[in-house]
């Protein structure tokens, strides 16, 4: 008889096999070793976790034809929104003023100080609320299917918006060359739209 764990062939007044009584039982089979964590060597420059890569962005950049004609319309539409609130500055300082007495020069200066604030305030409003909602654009960018985003293509905060509006006297002070930079920067950008990080594409 063959032992079936060696195949040594057994007499037949053999009842257990010589071989695997002298070997003893066979060992069982080492566990998988596991990996241990590597210890840093004191000394020796340690490996950072760095930051997922930003997604790719890809969007066809507005030209400066295009945003020219958009902002043509915010100013259009924004110059009838001063106009009527320096009509109602003028009413309201005429009322509160007139009734004390006040001279008219008096009551045309407050009335003409009172609706460029008004007028300045609007302006910001306008451009910040709009660009950072969901919108991502002012009523003229939308007309001409346009809206802003960050580098990423996202909605901008309205912190960023803030930025890119206030920015925007830099783009001016330059004798307007910040605005004109749109015309020859890889990513169509004028000088705020740099300095805030954003982009205007087409949506």
């Known amino acids: 008889m063959q032992c079936p764990n060696c195949g ?7 009842n257990t096999c010589p071989r695997c009584a002298r070997l003893g039982p066979p060992k069982p089979a080492p566990p998988p ?18 930051p997922p890569v930003a ?7 507005a030209g400066f034809w295009t945003r020219f004609a958009a902002a043509f319309l915010d100013g259009i539409l924004l110059s009838i929104g001063e106009g009527i ?5 003028r009413f309201m300082v005429e009322a ?4 004390q007495g006040s001279g008219d020069e008096s009551v045309r200066a407050t009335a003409k100080w009172t609706g460029i604030v008004l007028g300045t305030v609007l302006n910001w ?3 910040t609320l709009m660009e950072s909602s969901s919108r991502q654009a002012t009523l003229g960018k939308s007309a001409l299917g346009i809206i802003v985003t960050d580098m990423n293509g ?4 309205w912190g960023r918006a803030n930025a890119r509006y206030w920015s925007k006297l830099l783009s001016a002070l330059t004798l307007f060359i910040g605005y004109l930079m749109v015309a020859f920067t890889e990513k169509k950008q004028a000088l705020h739209d740099m300095i805030a990080g954003t982009l205007v594409v087409k949506g």
Do not use: C, K
């Open 8 to 14: 040594y062939v057994m007499q037949p007044f053999e």
């Open 33 to 50: 070793a596991t990996p241990q964590p590597v210890q840093p060597t004191p000394g020796t420059p340690q490996a950072f976790a760095y």
């Open 55 to 61: 997604r790719p962005f890809y969007a066809e950049y």
């Open 85 to 89: 609130l320096r009509h109602i500055a």
């Open 96 to 99: 509160l003023l007139g009734a």
């Open 125 to 127: 409003l306008y451009f």
């Open 154 to 157: 996202d909605q901008i905060s």
